[in-house]
């Protein structure tokens, strides 16, 4: 009788889903709708769609004055910053929001935080000078990314983002299950996906660009980007505030009044000689 042949390996089907998984959760939002308040606010201020890498960025101007750009975070749109619209208009500023790639009214399906940053330097590069951005969550590693490739602002604000992207990579993997070989695998297909190296990305690349006062705001139980993202920020960045709130977590800080009225106190001081 011939031996038996050993069984081919099969494909791990659990394995593939995870990996299938990750990949959709790093690359494709969800598509927020405006809520009817939202619109209402928005109405009379929507400006001609800006043309971006094949893709239109719906985006909104309220108020005159030095230009303040809103950056939104990771399953978000530019309106969920609409509560620092009116505090910075009527301290003397002009506001631009906007919706990243694949996020709200503007097209695409494929997003990141180097897309994200992309599109910021497209907007900011039509505008032609902006005095200060506040970002919010993956927003602000957006920003951050765009100062290291050459955006120039007087201030910025940052809103519980992430400082570096290897972190949330090795993140996102643990939380979708992934194992060492699948992690690395999935790590790779990140850096395929984004056009550049993951260490690109992280905060030792990223301080070049940070030249100008910046206030850090974060909630120190925040569930969603870990505190230490914040306090790693600051402690590289000499010209930085760090605020500690409570209570607030990931989203409430673009809702709180309080927060909101230091975000705007910080970008309408005068940058000390």
């Given at each position: ?8 390996a099969?494909?791990?089907?659990a ?8 990949r ?10 405006l ?94 000078e ?26 910025s ?27 690395a695998?999935?790590?790779g297909?990140?850096?395929?996906f ?33 505190f230490?993202?914040?306090t790693?920020?600051?402690?590289a ?10 209570g607030?977590?990931?989203r409430?800080l ?13 970008i ?6």
């Open positions: 009788m011939n031996a038996a042949l050993p069984l081919r099969q494909p791990d089907a394995s593939d889903g995870r990996m299938a998984a990750a959709h959760a790093f690359s494709a939002p969800e598509r927020v709708p809520r009817p308040e939202e619109r209402a606010a928005l109405a009379a201020d929507a400006e001609p769609a800006l043309r971006h890498e094949g893709h239109k960025l719906a985006r909104w101007t309220l108020g005159a004055g030095p230009r303040v750009l809103l950056v939104h975070g990771w399953n978000s749109r530019g309106a969920h910053l609409l509560g620092f619209v009116q505090p910075l208009v009527a301290a003397g500023f002009s506001v631009t929001l906007f919706d990243l790639p694949g996020h709200g009214d503007s097209g695409g399906h494929a997003a990141s935080v180097v897309h994200a940053a992309r599109a910021l330097r497209a907007v900011a590069a039509d505008i032609g902006v005095h200060a951005v506040i970002s919010h969550s993956m927003g602000s590693a957006a920003a951050l990314l765009a100062f290291a490739h050459g955006l120039r602002v007087q201030r604000v940052h809103l519980a983002g992430p400082s570096s992207l290897t972190p949330m990579v090795k993140g996102l993997a643990a939380m979708h299950g992934l194992g060492p070989a699948d992690a695998a999935f790590a297909w990140v850096e395929g984004i056009g550049t190296r993951m260490g690109c990305v992280d905060l030792e690349r990223l301080l070049p660009g940070l030249r100008h006062p910046g206030l850090i705001v974060h909630d120190a139980e925040d569930r969603t980007v870990p230490a993202a914040s790693a920020l600051h402690a960045w000499p010209g930085s505030q760090l605020e500690r709130v409570t607030l977590g990931h409430r673009l809702i709180d009044a309080d927060v909101i009225a230091r975000s705007t106190a910080f309408a001081s005068p940058n000390l000689p």
